[in-house]
C-alpha cells in the first residue's frame, strides 16, 4: 500500500531512473496522475505536460464506460460492449462530442492556452494514478501514438493483473503493485484525497 500520491510517484521514479531513457517527457492524466507525474518529471528532470481524456459512459449505466475521447478528438470504442449493450449511434455520436468539449474544456482550464509540446521522436511516459479497466486511458494512448513519438510508456502505481496484459502487448508498462483482486484504485493508498482542480494547476504552472 502507498502512503499518498506523491510517495508513489517517487517509487514510479526510481524505477524509471533504472531505464536509459532518451528525450523522455512525462504526460500525466488529471487529476491524481498530474501529482504523479510531476514526481517522475522532477526525478528525471523532464518537461511536464497533461493530457484529459474523457469516458464515454453507457446510455444505462454511467459508472460503465463505453469508450473515451482525447482532446484532439481521438476517440476509442469498446465495440464489444457497445453491441452487447445496444448502444443506439445517435446516443454514441452525442455522447462522444458531449465528452470532447469537456475534455476540451478542462484543457483549456489547466493549461491555459499554452502551446502543446511536439511529441514527435520523444519518449512519452504516460502517467495515472492506477488504472482500473484502462478504458480511459485508451484514447489518450492512441492520441499520443498519433503524434510519432518514439516510444511510449505507461507508469502507474497500481493496476489489476488482466488489465496490466493487454496493455503489455503494445506498451511497455512500468506498475509497481499488480494486484489479482481489485476493486478500486483508492484501495492502494492510505491517503486517497481528491486532488483539487487548484492543485492540478498549481502543477502545470511550473510547466516550462
Known amino acids: 500500500m502507498f502512503n499518498n500520491r506523491e510517495q508513489a510517484g517517487q517509487l514510479l521514479a526510481q524505477e524509471l531512473l533504472r531505464l536509459s531513457i532518451e528525450n523522455p517527457i512525462v504526460i500525466g492524466i488529471p487529476r491524481g496522475g498530474v501529482i504523479i507525474a510531476y514526481q517522475i518529471s522532477s526525478a528525471l528532470h523532464c518537461p511536464l505536460d497533461i493530457i484529459a481524456p474523457h469516458k464515454i459512459p ?7 464506460a463505453i469508450g473515451s475521447v482525447a482532446p484532439d478528438g481521438t476517440v476509442f470504442y469498446d465495440e464489444t460492449v457497445i453491441h452487447i449493450m445496444h448502444v443506439h449511434p445517435d446516443y454514441l455520436d452525442a455522447e462522444t462530442r458531449r465528452q470532447l468539449e469537456e475534455s476540451q474544456r478542462r484543457m483549456q482550464f489547466y493549461r491555459r492556452n499554452r502551446p502543446y509540446p511536439d511529441l514527435k521522436d520523444k519518449t512519452v511516459i504516460l502517467a495515472d494514478d492506477g488504472i482500473a479497466t ?9 492520441s499520443i501514438q498519433s503524434k510519432e513519438p518514439a516510444a511510449i510508456i505507461i507508469a502507474v502505481p ?3 493483473r488482466e488489465t496490466l496484459k493487454e496493455l503489455r502487448r503494445r ?19 492510505k491517503d486517497f484525497e481528491q486532488v483539487t482542480d487548484d492543485m492540478v494547476i498549481k502543477l502545470c504552472d511550473k510547466i516550462n
Request: charged share 15%.
Open 171 to 189: 506498451y511497455k508498462v512500468i506498475c509497481l503493485h499488480e494486484p489479482d483482486t481489485f476493486y478500486a484504485v483508492g484501495q492502494f493508498y
Open 134 to 142: 484502462g478504458m480511459t486511458l485508451k484514447a489518450a494512448l492512441h
Open 58 to 64: 453507457s446510455p444505462m449505466d454511467p459508472e460503465i
Open 158 to 160: 497500481v493496476a489489476p
